[in-house]
Nanobody, 114 residues
Framework: VQLVESGGGLVQPGGSLRLSCAAS????????MAWYRQAPGKERELVAY???????DYPDSVKGRFTISRDNAKNTLYLQMNNLKPEDTAVYYC?????????WGRGTQVTVSS
């Protein structure tokens, strides 16, 4: 199993980015999936998850601004991020939302700065 995140970059406050996570193997379709992030000096935190039936949930810090989606046919997970804030700066990772995690990918850096 391999997870490859992409789509990060430098964006001004209020801007948008769309992250993608390409998953090898059959990890995507049978699992709840999630996006996580880790800012410098902080622990990795959950920012969104999506069930097999595409139910979603988000922490209050990103609710209304981030949208997670999945395309099982393409083995790809997405995270649309709008109205980005400097506190969203972090490395973003995808993985399962379960007790059994896949090996972590390298993540994709998101930097929100003017």
């Amino acid at each position: 199993v391999q997870l490859v995140e992409s789509g990060g970059g430098l964006v001004q406050p209020g801007g948008s980015l769309r992250l993608s996570c390409a998953a090898s193997g059959s990890i995507l379709s049978p699992n709840f999936m999630a996006w996580y992030r880790q800012a410098p000096g902080k622990e990795r935190e959950l920012v969104a998850y999506i069930s097999r039936g595409e139910l979603t949930d988000y922490p209050d810090s990103v609710k209304g601004r981030f949208t997670i989606s999945r395309d099982n046919a393409k083995n790809t997970l997405y995270l649309q991020m709008n109205n980005l804030k400097p506190e969203d700066t972090a490395v973003y990772y995808c993985n399962t939302f379960s007790d059994i995690l896949a090996p972590w990918g390298r993540g994709t850096q998101v930097t929100v700065s003017s």
